[in-house]
């Protein structure tokens, strides 16, 4: 018998079917029953290959269950149903309500006595009937009560503390099994065989052998371990048995059960197991190696057992004597176990645990200080960029091509979870601008996880990067999971331990990821500290995103998508990406900001007649400013009104505070905020403010706050400003006023054109729309307002630089990025003279390919090109624009054509068809453009479909037929899928080109070849008869045959009168389709061109060709040169006839 086989195969289903925590259960199963040393138990928990780790269990439990067969029975056992335990008096809600419940009897010695012995096995287990306590019988088992166990394994079991279950449909396959094997007589030679088998490897086995299979390397262990198993098997098999075996208490029936209770004698010599080696404790497996012969092992948090009691449950039946039994078989529990298992598994924790827990959780629950609207939350990638650089850029989505993510983060967690392998550490990354909603999200998630939304996490943490990243500062891992706020919890040994034994059950969030520089390093560095070992913040990082520390957690990033982050995101699971308000979203935020104020009404008519502010409510931190504004406004009593500019709003926002501070207070503060800036941080000590007073009155006007965390141990107190656009307003303000910045370097600062020595990086991104309104706007309601007149009478000088800098410009020079922020600055100046320079050089054909358009970007555009009082054509293709941001762009009367993305433009005219827009839609339509179209992706064909459909649908519900401009005018079409889209998704576009009856230019040509074949050239060829206005077929690299030529041939006469270039090129033509080409080659009369080079004729078909040449005067070049042609032979053709071409 292959005992090790047989074993293999169950591990094997097992792993390849059970979630994670139930193969780490089964684990730290093993390893409770001592089968398992620590040392080998956690290098089993990081072993990546399934097959592997499937023979060092299966090796482990056999050479174990030599010796000790019956500990191979519960191993079997916790195999065959690795669930989740239950506590005694957890009801069965699946069931029928009764419970059959086993209790282990006494059982003396082994399993060897109870084969030498005459009592029955079935005494050794009690059967007990707790639902008809008068009809109480206790009725004694056989050990094997579980039908799943192999023959061979037909023991007793260990004793167990617990109570335990049984599946009635499995008793009742057992009574029928063992009655069956009664009569064949298979059951008892099994046992007989097992005996003989076990005395024969006991007389084999040495002690010393186990301390000698130490220092031998895994791999030759396991191979000659099976070599032994085998012969082993193969001994046995030569053993006879009896072929009677004697009536005796064994053979009884079932139904002959006594009625009372028996016990074993204590019959035949007791056998030892193996002895433990020394430097092994707790392991009796010759296969588990020392932690000597083990190479770097992990953290030593991660080499404890983990407790998997309160996690797993074991799957019950309800049964009855004499009853029906009722299975249930769930893979999952329903919430109430759900609940249940979270109520036993919290109150096995330790009492410190337990408080941390619940204080960490009241953090989470912590009311939020604004109010709650979700933001969008959508699915997102990474691709190459554009420029030389090998970073990969955030790939810019089509509106109608977004993937929002139902059920927010929390399900993204969920489901990542149930995913993911295990110890394998899940890292999932958030990216969108400053202010967009990232840290909305995280809080969310946090109290999703306080609520118990999220089950699959014990604990969750909270770690802002820009707080830890100080260079000689030193952290441990225990300095990150502590637990957040101004006073932190103190966490101690226990705890840390208990929450490291399990990194599997803890989130870690890491917030303002890209303030860190180098995010590269971390995929490169060395990192992998231990837990305990202080290091500095870049190393515990490199730990954790190398999947080297805290190996199985879960990693959520937060980040702005900027800088060479996305070298690190490129390894993240899942990438999702946070695009802000939009403007109902907007409306609704500034509704719940004032509920239950007399001014909510007023404040959302002021926030409408502001476009350019409800426009830049997409990002929720402005949406937040603008109301803070507002409410200021409305207090005062006076006749409100919003500023048009972002400068306007903060200044506004300032005025009372600079108002009250002290002196050279808001310079002082503006400075810090530069100089931070400059080195990539946002937060900032007590000691570094100029002086105590002026700390003081930045906290009491909520300039600054303190930071969400506070590492313990800390020196002094950290704090941060309010928000990221705040420190970028102060840091503008300390150039607009600052002696220490010289005039000519000022214009670097507005990062409008590039330089090639010492770079301005632009960290800041809202510095130079803020320079430019705080230098051009008046200085009495501005700078002045600030700092007073006084004060701000320096900046006149710089006014007249960034002026002769801003008028040296040349607009239509500038790549599109750059374009929209000169817009965005002219816009923030509110100067005349330089707004009106910079419109009227913006040049005829605007394109944003590849640019985003956020909501403020599509509203400055649109009062630029009103501003210039001409005609532009836009190309919006591939900017993410929003519909309403579209619409208004389209329906400006100086914008006469444009192009967009073909999904969002149908979408667009059916909103306004919805709407009842007429006007609008008609020119939504006579507008767009999709000269020439290119076809990509197979999405592609798809959006050119719907767009002939929509055409389609409009003639049938009108009654005059009338054409799409886009349609109707099509010129040039290329299709350029490959091979592998190629021929899938070419007889979409077959099917819609008659509707193309302006079309000229066909390319079916790609490098990668499209492969359209034979099947291909019959579709095309059947749209010939509509195509009358086609001039150039390029039919190059398609694999067309003989065939798909001469269904050409046939077809070709009908673009006689049109068609002038017809290429062939690389294609399968052999001798029968040049000679269908030169058949029809004279009706041609309008061709001009043909390109036949690089086929399979030969100077047969050649020949024919430059015969029928011959008569086609009009033709002025025909091009053949293949390498199956003789050289001699084309060189004659070509002295012949010169317009043949051997190039």
């Given amino acids: 018998m292959n005992h090790f086989q ?20 089964l684990l730290d199963s093993l390893l409770e029953e001592e089968l398992l040393s620590r040392e080998y138990h956690c290098a089993l928990l990081h072993e990546p290959d399934i097959e592997t780790l499937a023979r060092k269990i299966s090796l482990t439990l056999l050479a174990k269950a030599d010796l000790d067969l019956a500990l191979l029975g519960w191993a079997w056992r916790q195999l065959q149903a690795p669930s989740l335990e239950r506590g005694p008096g957890c009801r069965n809600y699946g069931g029928s309500g009764q419970c059959a419940t086993m209790e282990l009897g006494p059982l003396e010695g082994g399993y060897l006595e109870l084969l030498n012995s005459d009592v029955d096995p079935l005494h050794h287990y009690h059967l007990y009937d707790q639902m008809d306590l008068a009809g109480e019988q206790e009725i004694e088992l056989y050990s094997a009560l579980f039908p799943d166990l192999p023959s061979f394994i037909q023991g007793t079991f260990p004793p167990e503390p617990d109570m335990d279950t049984i599946n009635c449909d499995q008793f009742s396959r057992l009574l029928y099994d063992m009655e069956r094997e009664e009569e064949t007589g298979d059951t008892y030679p099994n046992i007989a065989e097992l005996d003989q088998y076990v005395f024969q490897d006991a007389q084999l086995e ?97 080499t404890s057992r983990t407790d998997a009691t309160g996690e797993d449950w074991k799957n019950k039946a309800t049964c009855r004597t004499g009853r029906s ?69 955030l790939v810019i989505v089509d509106w109608a091509e ?16 149930n995913r ?75 705890v840390f331990s208990h929450i490291s034994r399990r990194p599997e059950r803890i989130l870690l969030i890491l917030d303002a990821f890209e303030e860190l520089e180098a995010q590269d390093s971390f995929l490169h560095g060395a990192g992998g500290p231990t837990c305990t070992e ?34 690190v995101l490129g390894k993240a699971d899942a990438l999702f990406e946070v695009t802000g308000f939009s403007t109902e979203q907007a409306q609704t935020y500034v509704t719940c900001y004032f509920k239950g104020s007399e001014h909510r009404e007023q404040a959302l008519m002021l926030l409408q007649d502001q476009p350019f502010l409800l426009s830049h409510s997409h990002s929720p931190t402005l949406c937040r400013a603008v109301c803070q504004l507002l409410e200021t406004l409305l207090q005062r009593g006076e006749e409100a009104k919003l500023p048009s500019t972002l400068t306007g709003l903060y200044v506004g926002l300032l005025d009372r505070a600079a108002r009250d501070s002290p002196p050279g207070a808001l310079v002082g503060l503006a400075k810090l905020a530069w100089e931070l800036g400059r080195r990539h941080q946002s937060t900032l000590r007590e000691d570094q403010f100029p002086t105590e007073q002026i700390r003081t009155w930045a906290v009491t006007k909520s300039l600054v706050q303190p930071v969400v965390q506070q590492v313990p141990g800390a020196a002094e107190a950290e704090l941060a400003f309010s928000s990221f656009l705040l420190q970028c307003f102060l840091g503008a303000l300390w150039l607009a006023l600052s002696s220490e910045i010289k005039d000519k370097e000022l214009p670097q600062f507005l990062a409008l054109t590039p330089r090639k020595k010492r770079p301005y990086d632009n960290w800041m991104e809202g510095v130079p729309r803020f320079l430019a309104g705080l230098i051009f706007q008046p200085r009495a309601r501005c700078l002045g307002a600030l700092v007073g007149s006084a004060a701000a009478a320096s900046a006149d000088k710089k006014q007249k630089v960034l002026t002769r800098y801003l008028k040296r410009l040349q607009p239509r020079t500038l790549q599109a990025g750059r374009l929209l922020e000169l817009l965005h600055c002219a816009h923030e100046a509110s100067e005349a003279g330089i707004w009106m320079h910079v419109v009227r050089e913006l040049p005829a054909c605007l394109s944003f390919l590849g640019t985003r358009l956020t909501p403020p970007d599509a509203h400055v555009l649109g009062q630029a090109l009103q501003a210039a009082g001409r005609d532009f054509s836009l190309d919006l293709r591939g900017t993410g624009i929003d519909p309403s941001g579209l619409g208004n762009l389209v329906g400006l009367s100086c914008v006469t054509r444009f192009r967009a993305a073909l999904s969002d433009t149908v979408g667009l005219w059916e909103s306004l068809q919805q709407r009842g827009e007429t006007q609008l839609l008609q020119a939504a339509e006579d507008k767009f453009t999709i000269e020439p179209f290119k076809a990509k992706s197979l999405k592609d064909v798809e959006d050119l479909g719907h767009l002939v459909q929509t055409q389609r649908l409009r003639s049938s519900s009108e009654d005059t037929v009338r054409e799409l401009p886009a349609v109707r005018d099509l010129k040039k079409l290329e299709f350029a899928l490959g091979p592998t ?45 509509q195509l009358k206005a086609l001039e150039t077929l390029n039919l190059s690299q398609n694999s067309i045959t003989d065939t798909g030529a001469c269904t050409l041939a046939e077809a070709l006469p009908l673009l006689s009168a049109s068609l002038l270039r017809l290429s062939l090129y690389n294609n399968c033509i052999c001798d029968m389709g040049a000679e269908s080409l030169a058949r029809v080659l004279p009706e041609m009369g309008s061709l001009r061109v043909m390109d036949v080079q690089f086929n399979k004729f030969t100077a047969v078909g050649a020949q024919q060709l430059a015969a029928s040449l011959r008569k086609c005067p009009r033709v002025e070049t025909l091009a053949m040169w293949t390498p199956t042609i003789p050289f001699g032979v084309q060189e004659h053709l070509h002295q012949l006839d010169s317009r043949i071409s051997l190039r």
């Fill in 420 to 494: 993911r392998r295990l110890r394998e550490t899940q890292v999932i990354a958030m990216l969108g601008k400053a202010g967009h909603g990232k840290s909305h999200w995280a809080q969310a998630v946090g109290r999703a996880w306080a609520r118990g939304q999220l089950p699959q996490y014990d604990f969750v943490f909270y770690v802002p990067c820009y707080r830890l990243d100080y260079p000689g500062d030193t952290y441990c891992l225990k300095d990150l999971l502590c637990s957040p706020g101004p006073q932190p919890l103190a966490m101690d040994e226990e």
């Fill in 534 to 567: 202080p290091c500095s913040f870049r190393a515990l990082l490199a730990g954790l995103l190398q999947r080297r520390l805290m190996q199985g957690c879960t990693l959520l990033l937060m980040a702005q998508p900027r800088g060479r982050l996305a070298q």
């Fill in 981 to 1025: 889209l190629g021929p899938q998704a070419f007889p979409k576009l077959a099917k819609i080109l008659p509707a193309f009856s302006s079309l000229q230019h066909l390319d079916l040509d790609s490098l990668s070849d499209n492969k359209i074949g034979d099947t291909g050239v019959s579709q095309l060829s059947a749209t010939f008869p």
């Fill in 325 to 393: 039994c009722v299975l249930e078989d769930e893979t999952s529990p329903p919430p109430c176990q759900a609940t249940a298992e979270d109520a036993i598994q919290l109150s096995k924790w330790p009492e410190a645990v337990r408080q941390f827990h619940h204080s960490l959780q009241d953090w989470h629950q912590a009311e939020p200080t604004e109010p709650e609207v979700e933001v969008d939350l959508l699915r997102a990638r990474l691709e190459k960029g554009s420029h030389k650089s090998q970073e990969r850029e």
């Fill in 6 to 25: 047989t074993i293999l195969v169950q591990v094997r289903a097992l792993l390849s079917s059970h979630q994670p925590r139930q193969v780490q259960a």
């Fill in 402 to 417: 977004r993937q929002p993510v139902s059920g927010g983060l929390a399900e993204v967690l969920l489901a990542a979870s």
């Fill in 206 to 302: 040495d002690p010393s052998k186990d301390i000698f299979i130490e220092h031998i390397g895994l791999e030759e262990v396991n191979s000659e371990s099976v070599e032994v198993l085998e012969e082993a098997g193969q001994r046995s098999q030569k053993r006879s048995f009896p072929e009677e075996h004697p009536t005796d208490l064994k053979h009884r029936k079932l139904g002959e059960m006594p009625q009372a209770k028996h016990t074993l004698p204590a019959s035949g010599p007791a056998v030892h197991s193996l002895p433990k080696s020394p430097t092994r404790p707790g392991s009796t497996s010759p296969f588990a190696p020392s932690a000597a012969d083990l190479p770097s092992m992990p953290e030593p948090a991660l």
